[in-house]
């Protein structure tokens, strides 16, 4: 097995493990939901080799999300104008989830509610504004100031906030 297929494979479980967690915080509610029932699947000595506690999730969940986003803008060519490729990796960003446009909105209330939870976004936001901002950074040139691509992704990602409230 080569160490790219272990990779993804690790990335894949990882993944599986926050839409898990995810769905259950929605369904049960973040405190009524145990490590061992996310970790159904697999036992929980898994769940913490990949996450080292429960509200560690959330950072998965946010950057898996982020990845996604990142990957839907790399299919566009920086010659192609800012607002469009935005407009299309937020739209893509924002399509509902299954067949209940309320599920990310929801996931974003139950965010906000949940003290234990809602720190570890914000830091994974952070985060994320900065990897948008280099994701963006081939559509400015060098007379541009060096914080707009930062500027731009903290005022995208503060536009779906907006959305999802």
């Known amino acids: ?95 509902p989830v299954g067949d209940d446009p309320g599920t990310a909105r929801a996931f974003q209330f139950m965010l906000r509610n949940t003290p234990a939870l809602r720190g570890r976004w914000l830091e994974e936001q952070r985060r994320n504004r900065d990897r948008l901002a280099e994701a963006l950074a081939p559509w400015f040139g060098e007379h541009d100031h060096p914080l707009t691509p930062h500027l731009v992704a903290g005022a995208a990602l503060l536009a779906v906030d907006e959305v999802m409230t």
């Open 1 to 95: 097995m080569t160490s790219g297929l272990i990779e993804r494979n690790k990335q894949r479980t990882r993944r599986e493990l926050a839409e898990a967690a995810a769905r259950l915080f929605l369904e049960r509610g973040y405190p009524a939901t145990t490590v061992q029932d996310i970790a159904d699947d697999v036992s929980p000595r898994t769940f913490f080799r990949y996450f080292p506690c429960k509200e560690d999730v959330i950072t998965a969940i946010a950057s898996t999300t982020m990845d996604d986003a990142l990957d839907h803008l790399a299919g566009h060519d920086e010659r192609e104008s800012l607002r469009s490729a935005l407009t299309a990796m937020l739209a893509a960003s924002l399509a």
